[in-house]
């Protein structure tokens, strides 16, 4: 398969990529909103619900943590068009039952529980694909864009929901039609050789047990980032300050705006800076600002924190993923993404359900605290361990 040069920015298997990212993050969008509604219209309570967010969450690190046998024996395209054949199956469940847990079961096969960046099994094996259908100098580049194709795509598809009235079954429709626009997207790409791990010349590459540690780290940050989640920051505004809907909504309409930027910023950076000092400081200065939100004396200074934090908080993003890609060999790439992302899927299940009991049995600001402490933690962990490493 020819891979992306100078002529050609993004190759076809990347192309196809994009189409498929775009039609599911739509999708994964409006169901982050509508899923947790429907499920209450259906009976569940707040508990019942976290259950579903935990079972969820977990049935897409397990995936995460398979697809990546299917994808080194066959590869990565034969294991995202099973993957795909599971979001058919499960918006066909979707559209023809109304029993809650096998609604619960069906957003578990269907992968419903990542958000808008995603951590599981489809972004283990595209960024895999991308990476090996981009010009080296450009990898980063088209990291960032398949990134922010993802924070567009779950934007419009959130905005969509307000648009479906009292029947959810057109949603429904669409996550089946995207089932399908993907299938047909990985079904058209060009087969590539199966990458067998038969030579294993270590030199200057980094080892598995590399990849594990980095695994180990990368759990760190997620781990952390569940203490900040977007609805607990919505929280502490409406609570602290008693911003209303209308505020919010402006709030964090920016925030996710600038939070797509960010990417396209590391793309403009990186080549300046480097791969590892453009992933780690930038992260370093959002978890500072992430603190000082807290801290805000005043609604708009805390809301001026919270926008430049998030205009530097994606950067790590596509710089991580292509380091991740650079530092091991080809044949390494499936086991490194699987495993990267299932340590942060996992990590991301724990914390959002200790943050409710850290704001009652401390107080409301601690986990601006943990989440910015932990993530200061990660980034210097993050440093000392790759600032040396040599990627491809």
């Excluded at 088209?142 to 079954?169: C, D, F, K, M, P």
């Excluded at 990985?186 to 199966?194: A, D, F, H, N, T």
């Excluded at 605290?369 to 440093?383: A, C, N, R, S």
Aim: proline share 4%.
């Amino acid at each position: 398969m020819p891979i992306a040069g100078a002529g050609s920015r993004v190759g076809h298997n990347a192309r196809l990529v994009f189409l498929a990212k775009s039609a599911r993050t739509f999708c994964y969008g409006a169901l982050g909103v509508l899923l947790p509604v429907y499920l209450t219209e259906l009976g569940f309570d707040a508990g019942q619900l976290g259950i579903a967010v935990t079972l969820t969450l977990l049935a897409s690190t397990a995936m995460t943590f398979m697809v990546r046998w299917p994808a080194e024996r066959w590869g990565p395209r034969a294991a995202l068009m099973a993957q795909a054949s599971l979001i058919v199956v499960s918006a066909i469940a979707f559209l023809l039952t109304r029993q809650p847990w096998v609604v619960v079961a069906a957003a578990m096969a269907g992968n419903v529980a990542v958000g808008t960046g995603e951590t599981g099994p489809f972004l283990s094996l595209e960024q895999v694909i991308v990476t090996r259908d981009a010009a080296r100098e450009r990898l980063t580049t088209t990291l960032s864009y398949y990134n922010l194709i993802g924070y567009a795509a779950a934007g419009l598809g959130a905005a969509a929901v307000t648009r479906l009235g009292a029947s959810h079954q057109p949603l429904f429709a669409v996550f089946l039609l995207s089932g399908l626009t993907q299938l047909v997207a990985y079904g058209l790409m060009r087969r590539e050789p199966v990458r067998h791990a038969a030579t294993r010349e270590a030199a200057g590459t980094p080892s598995r047990p590399f990849v594990r540690r980095l695994a180990v780290i990368f759990a760190l940050d997620s781990f952390a980032g569940g203490f900040v989640v977007q609805s607990l920051i919505a929280y502490w505004f409406y609570t602290r300050f008693g911003l209303g809907l209308e505020a919010l909504g402006w709030i964090f309409f920016g925030v996710q705006i600038l939070s797509g930027l960010s990417l396209l910023l590391a793309a403009r950076v990186a080549p300046r800076l480097g791969l590892v000092n453009t992933m780690v400081f930038s992260h370093l200065i959002s978890n500072v600002l992430l603190i000082g939100v807290a801290l805000a004396p005043v609604a708009w200074l805390a809301v001026a924190f919270l926008l430049a934090r998030h205009l530097l908080s994606q950067m790590d993003v596509p710089t991580r993923q292509t380091f991740l890609m650079l530092a091991v060999r080809d044949h390494e790439r499936e086991h490194a993404a699987s495993l990267t992302n299932m340590s942060r899927t996992l990590a991301q299940s724990v914390s959002p359900a200790l943050t409710g009991l850290v704001m009652q049995g401390a107080w409301l600001m601690a986990p601006f605290f943990l989440g910015g402490g932990l993530k200061i933690v990660y980034d210097l962990w993050l440093y000392a361990t790759i600032r040396h490493v040599k990627t491809s």
